[in-house]
């Protein structure tokens, strides 16, 4: 069974920094398009960042310069870099595999700005 674990969620103060992990067991992310997502309590999960196998980058326009999505292939792991960080930031983070109809989901890190 595939398995997405994220970490690296916390409590962090306005204009701090957090680095989400993602690694996978029983799936090989290389050939797989890997994203982050993010759900507020009472919104919808809305896509944060996503990287493609080739390694080509998209981010939403709300973390666009203050986030880093990347990927490490011998690892089969994959981050988020977030720096800035704001209040509206707050929220339960998801990593993401995506490969034609095929979709895994982890179970999530809780990520809290607030002072």
């Known amino acids: 069974q595939v398995q997405l674990v994220e970490s690296g969620g916390g409590l962090v103060q306005p204009g701090g920094s957090l680095r989400l992990s993602c690694a996978a067991s029983?799936?090989?992310?290389?050939?797989?398009?890997m994203g982050w997502y993010r759900q507020a309590p009472g919104k919808q999960r809305d896509l944060v960042a996503v990287?493609?196998?080739?390694?080509?980058?998209n981010y939403a326009d709300s973390v666009k310069e203050r986030f880093t999505i990347s990927r490490d292939n011998a690892k089969n792991t994959v981050y988020l870099q977030m720096n800035s960080l704001k209040p509206e930031d707050t929220a339960v983070y998801y990593c993401?595999?995506?490969?034609?109809?095929?979709?895994?989901w982890g179970q999530g890190t809780q990520v809290t700005v607030s002072s």
């Open positions: 029983r799936v090989r992310i290389s050939i797989y398009t």
């Open positions: 993401n595999a995506a490969l034609d109809t095929l979709r895994y």
């Open positions: 990287i493609t196998s080739g390694g080509t980058t």
